[in-house]
């Protein structure tokens, strides 16, 4: 079963991310994420930090505001408003062996008139500062939707999803997530 859903998830990830591709280059919020992350300097690696257990029910349950903390110890949670969706972007630093993929998990939550919707597909491009960049779907777990990234080198990640809605549409929302050193 974990094989078949394994297998299953890298087909959609590689379908997903040459429509990711297409779109490369494109402004978003009016802000070329390239341009803004190759501004930015430095590398390094992500340091033995353990943010502990995370309950994802209880986490649902939280409100959070908006809080951007950039130290890779601290939570971050930006709220955006895009076609009348709320767009929770939640990042935080992966507890050892729950990476999911980095660094970092990403997560993803879509509200429409204060409930979750669980019937969305997500796509996630990260622009990192070395001008490089990457795509990820992301799993749905609970009300999140979840992808793990190499977040922990310094500087400014631009970071994007696009989503699918019940109704077919497409709707993408954006942040930016600094890394401090």
């Given at each position: 079963?974990?094989?078949?859903?394994?297998?299953?998830?890298?087909?959609?990830?590689?379908?997903?991310?040459?429509?990711?591709?297409a779109?490369?280059?494109?402004?978003?919020?009016?802000?070329?994420?390239?341009?803004?992350?190759?501004?930015?300097?430095?590398?390094?690696?992500?340091?033995?930090?353990?943010?502990?257990?995370?309950d994802m029910?209880?986490?649902?349950?939280?409100?959070?505001?908006?809080?951007?903390?950039?130290?890779?110890?601290?939570?971050?949670?930006?709220k955006?408003?895009v076609?009348?969706?709320?767009?929770?972007?939640?990042?935080?630093?992966a507890?050892?062996?729950?990476?999911?993929?980095?660094?970092h998990?990403?997560?993803v939550?879509?509200?429409?008139?204060g409930?979750?919707?669980?019937?969305?597909v997500?796509?996630?491009?990260?622009?990192?500062?070395?001008?490089?960049?990457?795509?990820?779907?992301l799993?749905?777990?609970?009300?999140?939707?979840?992808?793990?990234y190499?977040?922990g080198?310094?500087?400014?990640?631009?970071?994007?999803?696009?989503?699918?809605t019940?109704?077919?549409?497409?709707?993408?929302?954006?942040?930016?997530?600094?890394?401090?050193?």
């Amino acid at each position: 079963m974990k094989k078949q859903t394994m297998i299953l998830a890298s087909m959609m990830v590689f379908g997903l991310a040459t429509t990711a591709q297409a779109g490369e280059g494109h402004d978003m919020d009016g802000h070329d994420m390239k341009q803004h992350a190759q501004h930015e300097g430095g590398h390094g690696d992500m340091k033995g930090h353990d943010m502990g257990s995370h309950d994802m029910d209880a986490h649902d349950n939280m409100k959070h505001g908006d809080m951007k903390m950039g130290k890779s110890s601290a939570m971050f949670l930006e709220k955006k408003e895009v076609d009348g969706y709320t767009v929770s972007f939640h990042i935080m630093p992966a507890k050892d062996g729950m990476g999911h993929g980095g660094s970092h998990n990403l997560m993803v939550k879509v509200e429409q008139d204060g409930k979750a919707l669980s019937d969305v597909v997500i796509n996630s491009k990260v622009f990192h500062p070395n001008n490089s960049s990457e795509s990820k779907m992301l799993m749905k777990m609970g009300d999140w939707y979840m992808a793990g990234y190499d977040l922990g080198h310094a500087g400014k990640h631009g970071i994007m999803v696009l989503f699918k809605t019940a109704d077919g549409k497409k709707h993408k929302a954006s942040v930016y997530y600094t890394e401090e050193k």
